[in-house]
């Protein structure tokens, strides 16, 4: 018993001081992210790491996503006469719940785990303390273009994700199912509100990018310098990430949407 | 006609004091004191896991030291603020064991990297700066390959040239010569030497190879268990070193330091029988 309750407090120690250095470098990184507007060339370049080579999984996701749903969402609708709302209910679904999170899910896997393997390859081959010794701060130079790319990057694959997953669904409904293809658009321009759905599923996938990309960044830096090390903090990163964002949905969600 | 005065001597480079830090449960440094002048090649040795890196990374500031106290160029290192450190690691260059190159860049942008990055140089005249340090270092001619097609001395070179890019004061060699060929062993000890002479530097070598290191070196500090076990020329530690230090220098395999493990005594373990 003695030993389960020291386990357990010890646990929650070193999780504690975990968040506690996850929070302080977060906010070293973003102070040192200022010096990005003097080298815009460094933001660019994650940009294209992580957001440009991201889009092949987004473009293929996002459109099966709104195929399957538009086949699920007409199944559902024609029993009550109402497949002609399928843009609505297709719509809605992305912009509010399945644009954010299964972009944040799939950014996890493509471009979180990627940030993080980079950076703890770089610790563990000592590239960053070369760095740091050349009188380079690796938190700026390093760090915070790939945490700002995120932050950027999962918000635009995110809108990407949602328009190609309502081209999906038009497709399918329209050429597949025989609905009009004027009521599928119409009733979705009536129907969705661009401050309720557009602006709180555009805010969720930014705080989405915040979260994935400080997850990613910190396993990187924060982890064991070795071979195992990396291995464990790159699958930490998709793991943890996918979990917060499925938590964070739901509380944003709840708050957002009443 | 009043006395003239007497230069006063120039204070150490690097100088260490009391210095003591604790890693693991164990003091690694217990009181160590160590200095370095202007324009000398000091070696460090001492067997493996005694802290020798460790003593690279506390000057450096890597690490802070629990007490005592660190001074390079004048200043004290554990004390510096962020940019303070920063501003004096210009002043310095450190070569990593494993070279540290950046993996995603080749020979050339790997030493132009810490010009591009303290600088604003234009690039035709970091192109020049970069290829006199590749040619210093022999190798102008690989200035288009990646760290994943050099050998570890090539490696070690390359970083040499990067570590020399903005003209330091001190270079600090951390386990140069381990792992290497008898050619590229060569070359680096020849460069180390040349290098710290043409070019008005202070060396810092951490190593365990001692042939080497005692050739190159002008005064030589070896640690261990958290001590200065001795200092003085290479000449002066070969005749007069203490037994441990003639142990370490020779590599005997028996000494003040034992070759058997301590044990229970050879007719207890086998005059009785019993286990």
Known sequence: MIVRLRQLGAGTLSATTTLGRAVLFLLRVVRGSGELIHRPGLLLRELYSVGVLTLVIIIVSGLFVGMVLGLQGYYTLVDFGAEQSLGVLVALSLTRELGPVVTALLFAGRAGSALTAEIGLMKATEQLAGMEMMAVDPERRVVAPRLVAALLALPLLAMIFTLLGIVGAYLVGTSLLGVDGGAFWSQMQAQVSFEDD?????????????????????????CQPTSRGVSRATTRTVVVTSLVVLGLDFVLTALMFD | MPEPQPIPAAPPLVEISDLRFRRGGRWLFDGIDLSVHRGEVVAVMGPSGTGKTTLLRLIGGQLRAHSGSVQVIGEAVGSLGRRSLYALRRRMGVLFQSGALFTDLDCFDN???????????????IRHIVLMKLEAVGLRGARGLYPAELSGGMARRVSLARALALDPELILYDEPFAGQDPISMGALMKLIRQLNDALGLTSIVVSHDVEETLEIADRVYVISQGQVMGVGTPDELRRRGSEWVQQFLGGLADGPVPFHYPAPSLSEDFGGGAS
């Open chain 1, 198 to 222: 557009v602006l709180n599923g555009l805010i969720k996938s930014m705080l989405f990018g915040v979260a994935a990309g400080w997850i990613a960044v910190f396993n990187g830096y924060d």
């Open chain 2, 111 to 125: 030493v132009a990297f810490p010009l591009r990055e303290h600088t604003a140089l234009p690039e035709p005249l």
